[in-house]
């Protein structure tokens, strides 16, 4: 393809249970991301993502490194059918944990280096998630401004923040149980729709500075290089400057909030372009319908998308 190309990684939520079995028995290219995947962890997690249990892969710990390996056969297994040209790709940008999908993709750190990471970066979550008993919840429908104002009267003292900016009218919440249960009540008596999510506990929020603190210490210690092609930030919703500010936005990115609609905005801004969102789900290409419908997405999450195209 010689088209310019804009590279979308998904983050935590986007995984369920089979993904990435059909590209594995179909692409090698595939097959050999998750062999070198279940090396480097010491455990099988192809087995994990391609039979489950579901509860196992949704551990914050577990779904962090699969969606990570799942992502990155995805696009090797459409690299390796001929659907990517990495010389026509223009920009990578990941939500979450996707971001270090895209820094990998881009050339700042090897794919072990990249998983060991991501795994660590589950690990420390979980551990923060588990310490202190928070959540998070969706409000659709509400502005930045009304969000920030029904955080200010729903907190009393406790954290509550936007947590993830994700499209026009859909914003996501982090804080403590009782915050967000106080902040959806709120919501919902405003004729807003609030939905408490599923999830470990308050990510993108001040609850998981414990988690962020060692992580400063991970990065620290891997050698990373400054992207061959502009990888965007969550923290600032632009490309990243340098590698020395790689690592100090990815801490920053576990405290605070993701920026992925203003994200969005900036890739469109830079210019027209074939957006291919990699796999697992189709959550990226959903929320970039929001933004404009008239885009050309182009999803790579299975065997049979990528034959397909």
Known sequence: MSIKTYILCPGQGAQHVGMGQDLASRFSAARAVFDA????????????CFNGPEEKLNRTDVSQPAIYATSVASFEA?????????????????LSLGEYTALHLGGAFGFAEGLRLVAARGKYMQEAAVATPSGMVAIIGADDAVVSELCRG?????????????APGQIVV??????CGRFANAASAAGYKAVPLVVAGAFHSPLMQSGADKMAVELANTPTSFPQMPVYSNVTATPHADATSIKRFLVDQIVKPVRWEQTMQSLLAAGEARFVELGPGRVLTGLLRKINRRLVIDNYATADSILAA
């Open 37 to 48: 995947a279940s090396a480097t962890l010491g455990y099988d997690l192809a087995a994990i």
């Open 78 to 94: 459409a690299k390796q059918a001929g659907l990517i040209d990495l010389a026509c790709v223009t920009a990578l940008a990941g």
């Open 154 to 166: 729903a907190s009393e003292g406790e954290v509550l923040v936007p947590a993830n900016y994700n």
């Open 174 to 179: 982090s804080g403590s149980n009782a915050a």
